[in-house]
């Protein structure tokens, strides 16, 4: 292996600039390069400029690319560092917090601050590498962190370039264009099978505050909300071929760039955000994988591509999905991440497709419960108040009790592991979890006694709303839009919506009058929740709800190479 500073295998894709050449209009789109096997993504535009002299000191004794771009680190200079050892002692901080920096960004090290002193103009060796510091008086800093110089002084931040490799995402996009306040998708890949590169900016380079409490989280966003600049997919070919990028952002993506959020990509939904299953279903576009077990189960659907990125990859924190029957809270399961269904109307969910707009709300997939603490305020705002205590009661559903007979050796083990949580959780709340048996309560208080039981209540609610709302709201206008630019043909959908009289097909068959059954079934079945199964706190300033319910979707192992 060369040196650490050496740039090996430089890919220009672009001329800089916007420029006529021979008649065409030619964008600079950025560049792609790679520097001891790690792939990166630079900005057409720099970050900032004026660095001649830096170039000048760092160039000598490195070999730079044929661009003739170094890799160099700003550092920024405070009271703290006032030796090489202080030094040091922050590159290794830089090393453990940060997955884009590196020792090879050592050909040239920057001191910015008001007052740098006993630093400058000589080769010192840091980290076992002798590198150039360059000492700058500035009030105002850039952030520290990677950056490449070119030989006119201009600073580019890297985007380091991951691939895609569980397959989790539709369009990974650049860096966002303040120009024209919108993203594009990012022109950049790696070496892999079907792996588009995503690009992720340096940790450095942000720092969270009161205002920007997600600032350099590296977010994925399912592709049914609406982001500037993007097409959107809704899982479909033919849906992204037919309409432009959008020209603006759903509210709750909005509401996460505003906090400092980064966004990586859009990220895969089953088809329009229809339940899907690998092998028989998902055709327009391929499931992603489960990273757990053998990599080869389901990934639960519809925030798949949510799912399988936040589970599979530690370079993304944050993603978000959407939930109308199960739709985060079944990835989030199987994947073994945290997940969510928050309330019904807790944001408006403006440029979004809609399932079953009486169902669906926008919640978060994420490893770390801080992160989704942090998220859920911002999305959220004020509909979503936190509480200083937890609710007084334990309550669970479907979950196994010490004495249950396990089926087989897979269920015993799920229910030694659930049992186990519920200990502990019992301990540190202090309380006795006790069964609800919701069904046998409904018998009991239901409004009316002629009304039947709720299996037989919501047996067609929920696939009622969801095909008749679809239906109208989404298939129509597309299968219309679609057949005038392409002479009354009908685009290509998943079996799913068609097949074995499912979803759409489904809807079809219903009489219009239906869908209104359906609401107020869905509607009697939630007063009943709210008021027996769930209420809310007696004191509304203490803690949210009367109970803590835990449920159980029981043992469900499903491989995507099983035909159904």
Not at 123 to 146: D, E, H, M, W
Not at 385 to 412: R, Y
Not at 476 to 492: I, L, Q, S, V
Request: proline share 8%.
């Amino acid at each position: 292996m060369g040196s650490s500073r050496d740039l090996v295998g430089l890919f220009t894709l672009f001329v800089v600039g916007v420029q006529l050449v021979w008649g065409q209009l030619v964008l600079d789109m950025g560049s792609t390069l790679s520097m001891n096997g790690i792939y990166y993504y630079l900005p057409s535009k720099p970050f900032s400029h004026g660095y001649t002299s830096v170039y000048a000191a760092s160039a000598s004794g490195s070999k730079s690319s044929r661009l003739g771009l170094v890799p160099i680190t700003v550092v920024n200079a405070d009271a703290a560092i006032s030796n090489l050892a202080a030094l040091e002692n922050t590159l290794n901080a830089f090393s453990k917090q940060d997955d884009v920096w590196g020792d090879s960004f050592l050909s040239a090290i920057i001191l910015q601050g008001t007052s740098v002193q006993g630093f400058g103009g000589s080769a010192v060796n840091v980290r076992n590498r002798s590198t150039t510091l360059a000492t700058i008086q500035a009030s105002t800093k850039i952030p520290q962190g990677p950056y490449f110089i070119s030989p006119t002084g201009d600073l580019y931040q890297p985007y380091r370039l991951y691939p895609d490799t569980e397959g989790a995402f539709t369009q990974p996009m650049g860096p966002f264009d303040a120009t024209t306040a919108t993203y594009a998708a990012l022109p950049a890949t790696v070496p892999g099978i079907s792996s588009p590169g995503v690009a992720v900016p340096s940790r450095l380079y942000y720092t969270r505050t009161a205002a920007q409490p997600l600032a350099g989280v590296r977010t994925g966003i399912k592709d049914i909300f609406d982001i500037a600049g993007l097409q959107t997919s809704d899982g479909n070919r033919a849906y992204y071929d037919l309409y432009p990028p959008r020209n603006a952002t759903a509210l709750p993506v909005q509401r996460l760039i505003d906090a400092g959020a980064i966004l990586v990509g859009k990220m895969k939904t089953s088809q329009f955000a229809n339940g899907e299953v690998a092998t028989a279903d998902w055709v327009d576009i391929h499931e992603p994988f489960n990273p757990r077990g053998d990599g080869y189960q389901d990934t639960s659907s519809s925030s798949s591509g949510p799912g399988s990125g936040i589970g599979s990859y530690t370079w993304l924190d944050l993603t978000l999905g959407s939930d109308t029957g199960g739709s985060i809270r079944g990835p989030s399961q199987v994947q073994g991440v945290y997940g969510n269904r928050p309330s019904h109307g807790i944001i408006p969910l403006t440029n979004t497709m809609p399932l079953a707009p009486e169902l669906d709300t926008a919640g978060f997939l994420v490893r770390d419960p801080t992160i989704w603490t942090a998220a859920a305020k911002v999305m959220y705002q004020d509909a979503l108040p936190f509480f200083p205590q937890f609710p007084p009661k334990l309550q669970t559903i479907n979950f196994p009790l010490p004495n249950t007979t396990a089926s087989d050796s897979t269920e015993a083990e799920a229910n030694s592991i659930l049992l186990h949580f519920l200990s502990k959780l019992e301990s540190f709340l202090k309380l006795k979890a006790s069964p609800v048996n919701y069904t046998s309560l409904w018998d009991q208080v239901k409004p009316d006694p002629a009304l039947p039981p709720l299996s037989v209540l919501l047996n067609r609610t929920y696939p009622t709303l969801i095909s008749k709302e679809q239906t109208k709201n989404v298939r129509d206008p597309f299968f219309a839009d679609y057949a005038a630019m392409n002479d009354g043909r009908t685009p290509f959908v998943d079996p799913t919506l068609y097949q074995r009289y499912t979803r759409w097909a489904f809807g079809d068959s219903l009489l219009a009058s239906e869908l209104d059954v359906a609401v107020a079934n869905k509607t009697l079945f939630q007063n009943f929740w709210e008021t027996y199964v769930l209420p809310a706190g007696d004191n509304h300033t203490a803690y949210c709800s009367q109970s803590i319910i835990l449920y159980s979707s029981g043992v469900n192992i499903l491989y995507r190479n099983t035909y159904l």
